[in-house]
């Protein structure tokens, strides 16, 4: 019997969740996030399903850009980092890709560039994140030497990141988007500020452009928020299958180091899916696996290959029952607390050893 462990796309709930960032910005456009294989949805797949949806599509890197372009996928293009060489401005302009411009290194090698060879821009002003972005007091004279250089384009729409968007409460989303606004105030140009949390908890910050990702692929990105509270859909259901199911009595130690111990005559059923697919392997005991529709809790070290769920309470489970991780009936975000990590980090870290069937 083949192994069954398995990544399920929906794409349908992709585009469900797009229609979800078109109701809550309604007069933005998007600029959807596949950088990281598409948060671990497999980057063509995505790119093909949202083409035609979006207004564009932003990735990390030139490469994941020119992975899309060999691919086929005509959509604008937009690099995160931008340029990391003088050599990837002339490449994405040879292959219509927009670069963000970060720092004064990547404005001078616009600058170097041959004037025909230049790419669509934006800007990126560093409005208290202090990771990537020019300062608020460099905004104005960068923004009117990039226009300069980039006469016959479009103006660049000048962008900023939040650092604490996801907790509502918190102050800071404010203060950052007072300072970009004052620092950008003069310039004739779009704007684009709101990542998924932004989205969702800052109306104020959607502007013309929104760069919705997690929120895309079903996880809530605000704290105190459900995904069902949001009316999010996952587009990922990881689930493998029952392979064992044996007795345990009383006081037997299950798994690698023997964590967990059995208090009372248990049943545990072995599912063929590990960390080498993507299953942390510090995730805690009591973890819930949806087992046949009925939540089973994780029973011992999570290993390479398997993992062990104590079903005393599921007599019905049997060798082949279908084992879901994580999904639309178990949330990715619930999961991720198991492991004291985010859900983000969860998809991003998706191994191809899992294999992914769009559906």
Avoid at 2 to 27: W, Y
Avoid at 228 to 257: H, N, W
Wanted: charged content about 20%.
């Amino acid at each position: 019997m083949a192994r069954r462990t398995l990544a399920s796309i929906n794409t349908d709930n992709l585009i469900h969740n797009v229609s979800r960032v078109r109701s809550l910005a309604p007069t933005s456009k998007i600029m959807a996030c596949v950088k990281a294989n598409a948060y671990g949805h497999g980057l063509l797949t995505v790119a093909n399903a949202l083409e035609g949806q979006v207004e564009g599509l932003a990735v990390a890197f030139l490469d994941e850009a020119l992975a899309l372009r060999s691919d086929g996928i005509r959509a604008p293009l937009l690099v995160l980092e931008g340029p990391h060489t003088s050599a990837e401005v002339s490449a994405a302009a040879a292959s219509d890709i927009i670069l963000m411009i970060c720092d004064e290194q990547q404005l001078n090698w616009v600058r170097l560039s041959d004037e025909g060879g230049r790419p669509a821009c934006w800007l990126k002003i560093d409005s208290g994140l202090y990771r990537l972005g020019l300062t608020a007091s460099a905004a104005k004279d960068a923004f009117t030497e990039l226009s300069a250089l980039l006469s016959h384009q479009e103006p660049p729409v000048l962008c900023t990141h939040f650092a604490r968007a996801d907790n509502p409460e918190d102050p800071t989303t404010h203060e950052q988007l007072a300072l970009f606004d004052k620092a950008t105030e003069s310039l004739a140009a779009d704007h684009s500020c709101a990542n998924s949390a932004a989205v969702i908890a800052h109306q104020e910050s959607q502007r013309e452009w929104v760069r919705p990702g997690y929120m895309l692929y079903g996880g809530s990105p605000v704290r105190g928020m459900s995904r069902e509270e949001l009316d999010l859909k996952a587009t990922m259901e990881f689930s493998a299958s029952v392979i064992s199911v044996r007795d345990v009595p009383v006081g037997g130690r299950v798994g690698y180091g023997g964590r967990w111990v059995a208090s009372r005559p248990s049943r545990i059923a072995t599912i063929a899916v590990g960390y080498g697919d993507g299953y942390p392997r510090h995730m805690k005991d009591g973890t819930p696996v949806l087992i046949d529709g009925v939540r089973c809790p994780l029973a011992g070290r999570v290993s390479m290959d398997l993992i062990t769920v104590d079903v005393s309470h599921h007599q019905t489970v049997q060798v082949g029952s279908t084992a879901i991780l994580w999904g639309d009936a178990l949330s990715i975000d619930e999961i991720a607390e198991g492991a004291d990590t985010i859900g983000y980090e969860l998809l991003a870290s998706m191994p191809a050893r899992a294999p992914r069937r769009v559906g």
